[in-house]
């Protein structure tokens, strides 16, 4: 069983930055791929952007630009790093550790409004 933590999130004007980290509880986190997902009210949950164990990176066309995912094995944390946020960018945020099992964090709640 693998425990994920969020945290970072908030309430930031449209044109900010915040910065999310997700904490995992494995010794084994540098086997998982990670990513972030999103989900706004009324809509499904999105992939936002992915980290593979091998470094690769993939995101959403909607953040390409704007937003950047990195992990630090020593810490075993990801983190994403918002830029230029847009409204649109508000939603509950979700971590993800994938490997033969996947495993979902609480969310942590981001708002860009002014």
């Known amino acids: 069983q693998v425990q994920l933590v969020e945290s970072g999130g908030g309430l930031v004007q449209p044109g900010g930055s915040l910065r999310l980290s997700c904490a995992a509880s494995t010794n084994s986190f540098s086997l998982y791929t990670m990513a972030w997902y999103r989900q706004a009210p009324g809509n499904q949950r999105e992939l936002v952007a992915r980290i593979t164990d091998g470094g690769s990176t993939n995101y959403a066309d909607s953040v390409k630009g704007r937003f950047t995912i990195s992990r630090d094995g020593a810490k075993k944390t990801v983190y994403l790093q918002m830029s230029s946020l847009k409204p649109e960018d508000s939603a509950v945020y979700y971590c993800?550790?994938?490997?033969?099992?996947?495993?979902w964090g609480p969310g942590t709640q981001v708002t860009v409004s002014s």
């Open positions: 993800l550790a994938k490997a033969v099992r996947s495993y």
